[in-house]
């Protein structure tokens, strides 16, 4: 079976660093995938991540461990349009195994 | 270039009608996936095409969904007798490669059911 746990709400200030956590079990497991998600919009691509190990991409990092079944979205410089739901998804054959998104709400 | 598009991207229906949600994807991209996201949740997965073949279906909720994409492009997901708890946003991806990785999603159809 696929569980994916990330927190529900997340509140942070502008110029911040905020970091999200997602924890996984699942079968099959490929890799694990990031999406950014406002409101109303299609599922955007942040990052993927099949080895251990952390991959920048500018202001966004995302780690993983697979012996922990572990991974991290860490945001940095955050600014007002980076509140968004943030999706952790395993990638497991060919699906897409999501959680169910963290809300992230920068504050001024 | 063209994203995916989909059609219509808000649906009312009463409870019992049938309907009929599409997706055009990304010109040549091989896979074509559906998922349903209910209000706060995170996408779930449905379906699963490959080129025309539809190779997992195991996500469908129950036999009153359908999905078919004939010509191996533009799909369909046809839901009968439709219920309040289909009341979801539908969600279509497409990806130049068998399998799942490098999905381009679509903007949904927010599909109502009163």
């Known amino acids: 079976g696929q569980n994916i746990d990330q927190p529900t709400e997340m509140t942070a200030t502008e110029g911040a660093i905020v970091q999200i956590n997602c924890t996984y079990q699942?079968?099959?497991?490929?890799?694990l995938f990031w999406y950014q998600q406002h409101a109303g919009e299609a599922p955007t691509f942040l990052s993927y991540?099949?080895?251990?190990g952390l991959e920048e991409k500018g202001r966004f990092s995302s780690f993983l461990s697979r012996s922990k079944g572990y991974s991290y979205l860490l945001l940095k410089e955050l600014q007002m349009k980076d509140s968004a739901s943030y999706l952790c998804?395993?990638?497991?054959?060919?699906?897409?195994?999501f959680g169910k998104g963290t809300s992230l709400l920068v504050t001024p | 270039g063209a994203g995916v598009s989909q059609s219509p991207r808000y649906k009312v229906a009463k409870r019992g009608q049938d309907v009929a949600l599409r997706c055009d994807p990304i010109s040549g991209h091989v896979s074509l996936f559906w998922y349903q996201q209910a209000l706060g949740q995170g996408p779930e997965f449905l379906t699963y095409f490959q080129n025309e073949a539809q190779l997992d279906k195991s996500g469908l909720p129950s036999d009153r969904f359908f999905a078919e994409r004939p010509e191996g492009s533009v799909s369909t997901l046809k839901i009968q007798r439709t219920q309040q708890e289909d009341s979801a946003v539908y969600l279509c991806?497409?990806?130049?490669?068998?399998?799942?990785?490098?999905?381009?999603f679509g903007p949904g159809t927010r599909l109502t059911v009163t």
């Open positions: 998804a395993a990638y497991s054959g060919y699906a897409l195994n």
């Open positions: 991806a497409s990806s130049p490669r068998t399998g799942g990785y490098e999905q381009y």
């Open positions: 699942t079968s099959g497991f490929n890799g």
């Open positions: 991540n099949v080895l251990d």
